[in-house]
């Protein structure tokens, strides 16, 4: 009960009345879990399709209703057809609509499929959708994980808070001092891009994909810590994408809960009903998927065209899968990774100029830079470029490539040993030094950036 009271207060914080919106949505899963399973034949197919219509039915009100509208408008004055005016909703769109409708409809489909009970204690399945330290931006938990979890008893352990508290520090870290400082130099070139030069905007889409990393995967890591200090275990979010080697591997690392979302509850079952198609059902099936997730990401074209991008690259993995394994075994395994790391980060990077834009014309002024950004830099010197970036002056360059730079090496060892338990068998003064050394670059950093989590939108 505490638990669920506190999770109230925390999301009645944003704006207090939008929790009328994860009540509705949670009286309705609640009813459906029950007399799903208590269902038979094609009752349970109805009783479902009516709990994910009422999901997604809030989810397009009160995030995709104002752009369909807009684009249904224009549609008909392109054509000449009736000026009718729709009605325009203004409002703010409540905080982690997508996650936890998301997560709230994986409930009742794994009732549907047999794979969990139906909770019986409608205090227990609330806290499920509403657990504060996952309710705006993640992970999206699955009932199996995480629904017996609220059933437990759960002891004070002191490793598990200690553990916790380290998790949540690194999180902050990530997000403050590495995400944010980011975040202050790119920002501007994203939101004005026309302001500044080609060497601007390829920085800036060389560093976005690190900032979104960090401030996502800072996020991820304070909510799984706060969860381990009060003994419930969430799941990893994160499984170093950047050193993928395609994009099929990339999705298996990245938002790995929304991946295995997506995979489980569409995918699988758009490539089974496409299977008469053979490898182009497999196409269709990634392709509709990912203009799915484009749109979950946001309510504009930028957005779609986001997921269109990522389905034509994965396809591009089913159609060259023979000839990448040809490669391969031509070229030195350390030059082939290496390449493939290299291209896979930048084919990303480059996706998330839509994801990162206004809207498409400013993403394609930006493409369009991204060569004569390469020109500059074969025709100037590094110092020259650095000061005559309108916006990245050397100093900020240093800093932010050290901490990219401090960044990689500490992925790199945390895969190859536990950063955490190799500072636990350091010195005392190493190891709290190294701690308060964090404490105070976030605190020193903590009004330098931009204020919220990027994925608090979606």
């Known amino acids: ?15 207090p009345k939008y929790i009328l919106i994860l009540f509705f949505t949670i009286v309705v899963d609640y009813i459906a879990g029950i007399y799903i399973e208590d269902a038979k034949g094609h009752r349970r197919k109805f009783l479902l399709s009516l709990s994910v219509i009422a999901n997604v039915g809030v989810l397009c009100v009160f995030k995709y209703y104002n752009f369909f509208i807009g684009n249904i408008e224009t549609a008909m004055q392109s054509l ?35 794979n969990q009970k139906a909770e019986r204690h409608i ?78 905007i390829l920085i800036a889409v060389i560093l976005f994909p690190f900032q ?52 489980d509850y569409l995918f699988t079952p758009l490539s089974i009903s496409f299977r008469n198609w053979g490898k182009w059902g497999i196409i269709a099936a990634l392709n509709i998927t990912f203009l799915i997730a484009g749109l979950w990401h946001g309510a504009n074209w930028n957005f779609i065209v986001f997921g269109l991008l990522n389905g034509i690259a994965l396809s591009y993995d089913v159609f060259s899968r023979k000839f990448r394994k040809k490669m391969a075994s031509a070229i030195p ?38 060569p004569m950004g390469f020109v500059e830099i074969f025709n100037h010197s590094i110092v020259n470029l650095l000061t005559f970036n309108r916006t990245i002056t050397l100093l900020q360059s240093v800093c932010i490539l050290s901490l990219v730079v401090a960044l ?50 979606f």
Not at 1 to 15: G, K, R, T
Not at 356 to 367: E, F, H, N, W
Not at 418 to 425: A, I, K, P, Q, T
């Open 1 to 15: 009960m505490h638990l669920l009271v506190a999770s109230c207060i925390f999301y009645m914080y944003f704006i």
């Open 408 to 457: 990689q090496i500490a992925e790199y060892f945390q895969r190859k040993i536990n950063l955490v338990s190799y500072l636990d068998r350091k010195p005392l003064l190493m190891r709290w030094g190294a701690y308060y050394l964090m404490i105070v670059a976030i605190i020193c950093l903590a009004n330098a950036g931009e204020p919220t989590f990027i994925y608090f939108q």
């Open 333 to 370: 395994k350390a030059v082939y990774s290496s390449l493939s790391i290299v291209l896979t980060f930048l084919s990303w990077a480059i996706m998330l100029v839509f994801f990162r834009a206004a809207s498409v014309g400013p993403a394609m002024y930006m493409l369009k830079q991204i």
């Open 80 to 114: 000449h057809m009736s000026s009718y005016s729709f009605p325009v909703l203004k409002y703010i769109l409540p905080l982690g609509l997508s996650f936890h409708t998301f997560q709230a409809m994986s409930y009742t489909i794994e009732v549907y499929r047999g």
């Open 212 to 263: 979104l990393y960090c401030d996502f995967a800072g996020y991820s890591d304070i909510a799984l810590g706060s969860a381990k200090v009060m003994g419930f275990k969430l799941k990893r979010n994160f499984n170093f994408p950047y050193i993928a080697q395609n994009m099929s591997d990339f999705w298996r690392r990245w938002h790995i809960s929304l991946s295995t979302w997506l995979n």
């Open 123 to 200: 205090g227990i399945y609330a806290l499920y959708v509403m657990f504060y330290p996952q309710l705006v931006a993640g992970p999206i938990e699955r009932p199996q994980n995480l629904l017996h979890q609220f059933h437990d008893e759960h002891d004070f352990v002191y490793a598990d808070v200690l553990d916790g508290l380290k998790m949540m520090l690194w999180g902050l870290f990530k997000k403050v001092v590495i995400a944010d400082s980011i975040g202050a130099v790119i920002s501007p070139v994203f939101n004005n891009p026309h302001s500044f030069s080609s060497v601007s």
